[in-house]
């Protein structure tokens, strides 16, 4: 599976999700931040699930129609919970983030907004 980490993701989780078998790149590599939607359009066209801790790409996707393969964005989590909580709901909900789910993941609440059809 292909992640594209966003560079407010914190770095150790690009190694964890590595290790764990995922193909990802993390913005925070890049020379410079391109901004949200070019972020975006570059999960897309590269066939990547983008992982985040910001809201505008949700707004990007749902209000303006940006496309996606999906949008993993997590809320209020440690450092060190990104990378295991990545992983969990990678691993249970990867299909469907793929196919263009928005998932929202908090410490005790996961909320998932399925793809349009």
Known sequence: ??????????????????????????????????????????????????????????????????PHHGILRLVNLSTLQQASISKKILEKYGEELYSGAIITVETNRVRIRPPKV
């Not at 975006?40 to 505008?56: F, G, M, Q, V």
């Open 1 to 66: 599976m292909k992640i594209l980490l966003d560079t407010c993701v914190w770095g150790g989780a690009c190694k964890a999700l590595k290790v764990a078998g995922y193909n990802v790149i993390w913005t925070g590599d890049w020379e410079k931040d391109p901004g949200d939607m070019e972020i975006l359009s570059y999960a897309y066209n590269e066939r990547r699930i983008l992982i985040t801790l910001d809201k505008d790409f949700g707004e990007l996707a749902i209000v303006h129609h940006y």
